[in-house]
């Protein structure tokens, strides 16, 4: 059974840091994707960043590229989010989803999600 546990998420002011984590359990780790995305209040699911399961892949959306950066430490079965320079328009409850094999910025193409973590980014 694929579990996802996210953790990391808090309240931060604008311009500061945090680091998302997503441990992983009950799949083959080699076999999958693993995809980040976030919600917030009134909007759709939006794919932030996404690492494949070669870990030769990377895709980030726009509004994020150059502020944040994927990870995966395959000896803990975990996938990072690092988030600097946060904004505001940042605020969303992130999450962590799977899919086989290959990067994906659209949430309806990932079989298995997490709980999902909030962060907040104060003005």
């Known amino acids: 059974q694929v579990q996802l546990v996210e953790s990391g998420g808090g309240l931060v002011q604008a311009g500061g840091s945090l680091t998302l984590s997503c441990a992983a359990s009950g799949f083959t780790w080699n076999y999958y994707a693993i995809g980040w995305f976030r919600q917030a209040p009134g909007k759709e699911r939006e794919g932030v960043s996404c690492i494949s399961s070669s870990d030769r892949v990377t895709y980030y959306t726009d509004s994020v590229k150059g502020r944040f950066t994927i990870s995966k430490d395959n000896a803990r079965n975990t996938v990072y989010l690092q988030m600097n320079s946060l904004k505001p328009e940042d605020t969303a409850v992130y999450y962590c989803?799977?899919?086989?094999?290959?990067?994906?910025?659209?949430?309806?193409?990932?079989?298995?999600w997490g709980q999902g973590t909030q962060v907040t980014v104060s003005s």
């Open positions: 989803a799977t899919r086989d094999y290959a990067c994906s910025g659209y949430a309806s193409l990932f079989d298995s």
